[in-house]
């Protein structure tokens, strides 16, 4: 069974950065595309990212394009998202998600298997 752990959020001033991070165990890492998505209170879940299987190829949801990386280390089996010049309006849940379907890159949470348990970034003004 795969198991994805998300860490590293917190509380942090409009204009920082915090870096978040996804551990990933149970079954072959590099077999999966990976995603982040958020959510804020009362809304739906929302895309943040994708990274492909190899980490070459990327993709942004318009908000966080420029300031949001993602990247992927499949030696240590994580998923990362360097988050900078944040805003109020990027708070929320923060989740990591896997998709096996290596061929695409997908941007709806329906097209992704396995999920962590979130984690929280607030940011204030």
């Known amino acids: 069974q795969v198991q994805l752990v998300e860490s590293g959020g917190g509380l942090v001033q409009a204009g920082g950065s915090l870096r978040l991070s996804c551990a990933v165990s149970?079954?072959?890492?590099?077999?999966?595309?990976m995603g982040w998505f958020r959510q804020a209170p009362g809304k739906e879940r929302e895309f943040v990212a994708t990274?492909?299987?190899?980490?070459?190829?990327?993709a942004y949801a318009d908000s966080v394009k420029g300031r949001f990386t993602i990247s992927r280390d499949n030696a240590k089996n994580t998923v990362d998202l360097q988050m900078n010049n944040l805003k109020p309006e990027d708070t929320a849940a923060y989740y990591c998600?896997?998709?096996?379907?290596?061929?695409?890159?997908?941007?709806?949470?329906?097209?992704?298997?396995?999920w962590g348990q979130g984690t929280q970034v607030t940011v204030s003004s």
């Open positions: 998600a896997a998709d096996r379907q290596i061929l695409t890159m997908n941007r709806r949470a329906v097209e992704y298997d396995y």
């Open positions: 149970g079954h072959t890492f590099s077999s999966y595309t």
């Open positions: 990274i492909s299987v190899s980490g070459s190829r990327t």
